[in-house]
């Protein structure tokens, strides 16, 4: 029998082994290099749709018209009273809650006697000239200031009434238009007094016009105290959410705010636009909003207003976590009409390379990123 070199046999399967690799490294090679050849293919499509259509991206949040308030009170104390409710439509200077305010009526009440027995005293000092024109003026401030006094109480017992649902609106509006009045009568009385009181050669005051003052001062300060005691819309809007409880205690502070407050009669988008993409992004600039919430729906929108400084990023962002030394710039866009979006929601904000002079160069920038 033919005997084969063990030499040679291990050389040839060596040799065969070899091949048989060779051609199994060029498939997978090929194989690699056509996936390869397809995916890189792709992102540069993705990548170039991109540029030509957007010129920067980044993570936002929806808000109302001018933002979301946060009130607090004024003053600390107990909380009495709650009118305020969530999706509420309140006017500015509606009454939303109250704080315990039993004392503060006890003040009024005393310094309120005070004053008219000071003012009886006084009629005791004749004067003329400047001095009466200037008495004549100062009365005149006291009056406007009791009536607007009056005016809110009245307001704010038909309001309440009326948000028990005992009272009609009629009589609120005509509560509201009466204390409106009155605050015109008192800073027409206030410029009236200040005209006066700056005339030239001005007699000083005599001792008993001085007591009165004092005496108005304090009552002055007085329904000042109460007014700190009651939380008011500041302006016309909606209740986003409310904290407040009765018997709780409210404190002046932002991180206890009563309620939430803001203006949905349109709505605006706050964007975290990264330090890099700072110079793709221009007021007037046209923007498409994202949100997973409708997902085949885009909402547009203008950049109104850019933050001239860097800032930690404080929106949260989808997918992968941005390092943490990433610096970003705020950009505020108002949304057109009225989309369906809910303050708060998590959205993705893109800039459009064509919307501005300034983001027509976009595309040109971002080729070369």
Request: net charge negative; no cysteine.
């Amino acid at each position: 029998m033919l005997k084969i070199d063990p030499t040679i046999a291990t050389i040839g399967l060596a040799g065969i082994l070899a091949i048989a690799g060779g051609f199994g490294l060029n498939a997978l090679a090929s194989r690699a290099g056509h996936e390869t050849t397809y995916v890189s293919g792709s992102a540069m499509a993705q990548t170039s749709a991109a540029v030509q259509q957007w010129a920067a991206s980044a993570t936002g949040r929806v808000e109302p018209k001018n933002g979301e308030v946060r009130i607090a009170s004024q003053v600390p104390g107990r909380i009495v009273e709650v009118l305020a409710k969530t999706n509420d439509v309140v006017q500015s200077g509606d009454l939303l809650l109250r704080l315990d305010d039993q004392e503060i009526y006890v003040r009024i009440a005393a310094a309120l006697a005070e004053s008219g027995v000071r003012e009886g005293e006084r009629e005791e000092e004749k004067v003329t000239g400047l001095a009466l024109e200037r008495r004549n003026a100062e009365d005149a401030v006291a009056d406007a200031e009791r009536t607007l006094f009056g005016a809110r109480e009245a307001f704010d017992t038909a309001y309440r009434v009326e948000k028990a649902g005992t009272g009609k609106a009629d009589a609120t509006e005509a509560a509201r238009m009466a204390l409106s009045n009155a605050k015109i009568r008192m800073q027409r009385t206030r410029d009236d007094l200040a005209v006066v009181s700056a005339k030239p050669n001005m007699p000083r005051y005599q001792r008993l016009e001085a007591s009165l003052l004092a005496a108005r001062a304090e009552l002055s300060a007085a329904e000042i105290a109460l007014e700190r005691t009651r939380v008011r819309a500041p302006d016309d809007g909606t209740i986003l959410n409310v904290m407040a409880k009765v018997a709780e205690t409210a404190v002046p502070s932002p991180e206890s705010a009563l309620v939430v407050f803001g203006d949905l009669t349109s709505l605006r988008v706050r964007a975290e636009v990264e330090e890099r993409d700072a110079a793709k992004v221009a007021v007037g600039q046209k923007i498409v909003v994202k949100s997973d919430a409708y997902p085949d729906k885009a909402f547009e929108g203008s950049v109104t207003s850019i933050s001239q400084s860097l800032g930690s990023p404080r929106i949260a962002t989808r997918g992968p976590r941005r390092p943490n030394e990433v610096e970003v710039i705020e950009v505020m866009a108002a949304l057109d009409g009225h989309p369906p979006l809910l303050t708060g929601m998590r959205v993705d904000v893109f800039f459009k390379a064509d919307g501005t002079s300034a983001a027509a160069e976009a595309p040109a920038a971002a080729k070369t990123n």
